[in-house]
C-alpha cells in the first residue's frame, strides 16, 4: 500500500535493491517521499529494447547525470544530455532512444507517486516503510 515515510530516511542508492526492465536494458532502484517517487536507471545501448510511446498520469522530470537520450514527447523531439532535464507533462504520449554507446544514467521524479512502481521500494521496508 501508499505508507509514508514518517522519518527523515538517508540511504545509499548504490546499496538499494534493483531490478532489470525492458529486455534488460535497464537496471533501475527507486526512492520515495510522501508526493513523488524517482527511480534511478541505468540504461546500456548494447542490451534490451527501446521502450514503445506510452503515457502515465503522472507529471514526469528525466534528468540526464550521464550519456545522452533522444525523448520523443507527443511528436516532438528533445535531445537530453548530460545536467540537463526535461519536464514530460501528465498523459503525453512519449518514448526515448540512447543516442550514441554510452550507458546513460537518468533520475526521473515521478508525481504524484507511482503507485505501479511501489514494488521497487517495498523490498527495502525497513528504510521505507
Known amino acids: 500500500g501508499l505508507t509514508m515515510p514518517s522519518r527523515p530516511v538517508h540511504t545509499k542508492i548504490h546499496e538499494l535493491p534493483r531490478e532489470l526492465a525492458f529486455g534488460g536494458a535497464v537496471e533501475r532502484c527507486a526512492?520515495?517521499?510522501?508526493?513523488?517517487?524517482v527511480t534511478f536507471n541505468w540504461i546500456d545501448p548494447a542490451k534490451g529494447e527501446t521502450p514503445s510511446p506510452h503515457s502515465h498520469p503522472f507529471?514526469?522530470?528525466?534528468?540526464?547525470?550521464?550519456?545522452?537520450?533522444e525523448f520523443d514527447v507527443d511528436g516532438e523531439r528533445f535531445v537530453v544530455g548530460p545536467g540537463e532535464c526535461l519536464a514530460i507533462p501528465a498523459d503525453a504520449p512519449h518514448t526515448g532512444r540512447i543516442i550514441g554507446d554510452e550507458v546513460v544514467l537518468n533520475v526521473d521524479l515521478f508525481a504524484p507517486v507511482r503507485e505501479d512502481y511501489l514494488h521497487l521500494i517495498e523490498r527495502d521496508a525497513d528504510a521505507f516503510g
Request: charged letters at 15%; hydrophobic letters at 45%; zero cysteines.
Open 31 to 37: 526512492v520515495r517521499s510522501d508526493g513523488a517517487l
Open 59 to 69: 507529471d514526469q522530470l528525466s534528468f540526464i547525470v550521464q550519456g545522452t537520450m
